[in-house]
């Protein structure tokens, strides 16, 4: 399932201590507390970004979660990103955000190392997975297709995160693409037009596999 209008942006890489994946974080979540949850690198005063537009509610000393807030999405009535250990907020309590916008900065509070800390509620209040729900509302375009799309606009600061057989795919500058497959980064500069635009996004995915391999 996807969620409408629902992009991956702001910290993306996963700690090392869950081998930089977030479905292995998710389920170590599950196994330490019983509840989900995907923890990503962040030092304290990195960027959070709305991942869709909405609006954000702040949960101050929530505990072990610390500064923490609820992201209410405008487009998915009933649907919230959780995001904790902040550092600080940004603009004021019930403040409306545009997707992409910071709406927040990472930090250590909750009494934890520097990290961010990110789940979804879905609409019953259950924890779920945002790595299962980033993508189109249009069941035919893939993750590779929406990248491809994104690559095109020319868009910086957007990560993809594909399944775990391919890694995550960010797209740090126009038609410059690192590309993660733990635990290496790869970096690479793909021109978004020529060759690359009439590409399909498995075939993406492939280039960019070869493009970075010879960096291993």
């Not at 702040?58 to 902040?86: E, I, K, T, Y």
């Amino acid at each position: 399932m996807a969620l409408n209008n629902y992009v991956l942006n702001g910290p993306s890489t996963v700690i090392a201590d869950d081998n930089r994946d977030p479905y292995v974080s998710w389920q170590n979540h599950l196994d330490r507390t019983g509840r989900g949850g995907v923890d990503l690198v962040a030092a304290v005063g990195t960027p959070v970004l709305a991942p869709t537009p909405g609006t954000m509610n702040w949960v101050p000393n929530d505990g072990s979660a610390g500064n923490s807030c609820r992201f209410n999405h405008d487009q998915n009535p009933g649907w919230a990103d959780v995001f904790s250990h902040l550092d600080r907020y940004v603009g004021s309590n019930g403040q409306h955000f545009n997707q992409g916008d910071i709406i927040a900065y990472s930090g250590n509070t909750g009494g934890v190392p520097q990290h961010l800390h990110r789940h979804l509620l879905d609409p019953s209040g259950s924890r779920q997975n945002p790595w299962s729900y980033f993508g189109s509302a249009n069941p035919s375009t893939n993750t590779g297709e929406l990248l491809v799309k994104i690559i095109r606009q020319g868009q910086s600061g957007y990560v993809w995160q594909g399944k775990q057989t391919f890694g995550a795919i960010a797209l740090v500058g126009p038609g410059y693409v690192r590309y993660i497959a733990a635990p290496v980064v790869y970096d690479a500069l793909v021109p978004t037009y020529g060759p690359y635009v009439n590409l399909t996004g498995d075939q993406f995915y492939t280039t960019i596999r070869e493009l970075t391999s010879n960096q291993a």
